[in-house]
């Protein structure tokens, strides 16, 4: 056996003994855009999650993977949930003066 491949399998093992395995039980959550509010709202929370909220918005930039579908819903769905991810552990809400709601179905999936 070659060593890089010996390293890649070494490699390997090592992220998937670092990755918990998901708790039974505990259902997934996402927060996405709620239905019944405006693109002008969405946007306002979205700008706020994307700046001082800390949500990692590149992927919804132009030329970016979830750019398409180019909506502002879409858009805030991905920011929201970037957001959520991120600090529902530390307090962070799935929330955004009620611009956001939170979801069980993978949006993903069921989009
Ligand atoms: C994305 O949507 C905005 C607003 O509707 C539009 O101005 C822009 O041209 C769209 N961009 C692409 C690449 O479709």
Not at 11 to 19: E, G, K, P
Request: glycine residues 8%; hydrophobic residues 40%.
């Amino acid at each position: 056996m070659s060593i890089l491949l010996a390293i890649r399998i070494m490699l390997l093992v090592l992220l998937m003994s670092i990755i918990p395995p998901k708790s039974a039980g505990e259902l997934e959550q996402w927060c996405i855009a709620d239905e019944q509010t405006p693109d002008d709202e969405l946007q306002a929370a979205m700008d706020w999650a994307c700046g001082s909220g800390g949500a990692d918005c590149s992927m919804i930039q132009a030329n970016q993977g979830c750019y398409f579908p180019n909506t502002t819903r879409n858009h805030a769905s991905y920011a929201f949930n970037d957001y959520f991810q991120k600090f529902k552990h530390k307090g962070g809400s799935c929330n955004f003066r009620g611009a956001a709601m939170i979801t069980e179905l993978d949006p993903s999936k069921h989009s």
